[in-house]
């Protein structure tokens, strides 16, 4: 099973996609959208359609996202929740059922600890795909996502509530 780990951002949108076979797990590709344009609606057309080709060219079978936590500038919180609802439409409109992971969840998962820094996770994920070369760490996150989903969606194991 192919699963598009997707780290939702509006100027730079992550993502992953593994191969998932039994209980191994395989780097596919990953990368970084980089969102371009004047105005927001641009800027979410340039993601759309990046995502859209990503979808299109590996073809996955699951996909995963990391849920949004809010924070303290609310007006940056509901951009980032624009360009997450055009990372939830892709892989919906290929027919993909979208799991959502918290960012603890996520590094719990990879790393073992629910508030890892981000360089932890880079390696952790280098240490569970062997050979991947990161296209930086929002790629890397978007790798924790699709490893993430891989053991608590439809690939190693379900998750307990």
Same mark, same amino acid.
């Given at each position: 099973? /192919?699963? !598009?780990?997707?780290?939702?951002?509006?100027?730079?949108?992550?993502?992953?996609?593994?191969?998932?076979?039994?209980?191994?797990?395989?780097?596919? &590709?990953?990368? +970084?959208?980089?969102?371009?344009?004047?105005?927001?609606?641009?800027?979410?057309?340039?993601?759309?359609?990046?995502?859209?080709?990503?979808?299109?060219?590996?073809?996955?079978?699951?996909?995963?996202?990391?849920?949004?936590?809010?924070?303290?500038?609310? &007006?940056?919180?509901?951009?980032?929740?624009?360009?997450?609802? *055009?990372?939830? !439409? +892709?892989? &919906?409109?290929?027919?993909?059922? +979208?799991?959502?992971?918290?960012?603890?969840?996520?590094?719990?998962? *990879?790393?073992?600890?629910?508030?890892?820094?981000?360089?932890?996770?880079?390696?952790?994920?280098?240490?569970?795909?062997?050979?991947?070369?990161?296209?930086?760490?929002?790629? &890397?996150?978007?790798?924790?996502?699709?490893?993430?989903?891989?053991?608590?969606? /439809?690939?190693?194991? /379900?998750?307990?509530?």
């Amino acid at each position: 099973m /192919r699963v !598009l780990g997707i780290d939702p951002g509006l100027r730079n949108l992550g993502w992953g996609m593994i191969e998932v076979t039994g209980s191994r797990l395989s780097h596919i &590709a990953n990368g +970084v959208c980089h969102s371009t344009g004047d105005d927001l609606g641009a800027r979410l057309l340039s993601l759309y359609e990046q995502l859209t080709d990503i979808v299109q060219r590996f073809e996955p079978e699951a996909a995963a996202i990391e849920q949004t936590f809010v924070n303290k500038d609310g &007006a940056g919180t509901l951009k980032l929740g624009q360009a997450r609802g *055009v990372a939830l !439409l +892709v892989p &919906a409109q290929y027919g993909l059922t +979208v799991g959502e992971y918290s960012p603890n969840r996520v590094k719990k998962t *990879v790393v073992g600890v629910g508030h890892a820094a981000k360089e932890q996770v880079a390696h952790m994920v280098r240490v569970q795909l062997p050979g991947v070369v990161l296209a930086g760490p929002d790629a &890397a996150d978007a790798l924790a996502v699709a490893i993430c989903h891989a053991h608590y969606g /439809r690939g190693i194991g /379900r998750a307990v509530a």
